[in-house]
């Protein structure tokens, strides 16, 4: 079984496209292939309770990221500042992701 690339990763600023954080952006924290899925900084928060423990003795609400799918975030063109689409271009013989808007390649090259 192969793992299949999402058009964002870590790092990423992306917009949410649907649900009810839509419009909003924010930092890929986390990239989940497998599940095509990614955690979002303050996006999708999902409150869980949690037992005492030795940092809370009183146990309490921890507020976190749940993971959202991939495909209801677009990325963000760090040149360009709009939310586009994927192109892919070859740098040095490596594909290479860049903004379908501006051109700009999102990838760092090394
Ligand atoms: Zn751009």
């Known amino acids: 079984m192969s793992i299949t690339k999402l058009h964002v990763k870590k790092g990423d ?10 419009g909003k952006q924010g930092k890929v924290i986390q990239a989940l292939p497998k599940k095509n899925k990614v955690v979002v900084e303050g996006v999708n928060k999902v409150k869980r309770h949690t037992k005492p423990n030795q940092s809370a003795p009183q146990g309490g609400i921890l507020v976190k990221e749940a993971p959202m799918f991939a495909a209801k975030v677009m990325l963000v063109c760090p040149a360009c500042g709009k939310a586009t689409r994927i192109a892919h271009k070859d740098v040095n013989g490596k594909s290479v992701r860049a903004c379908k808007k501006c051109g700009e390649v999102i990838d760092q090259t090394k």
């Open 13 to 22: 600023t992306v917009l949410v496209l649907s649900g009810k954080d839509k």
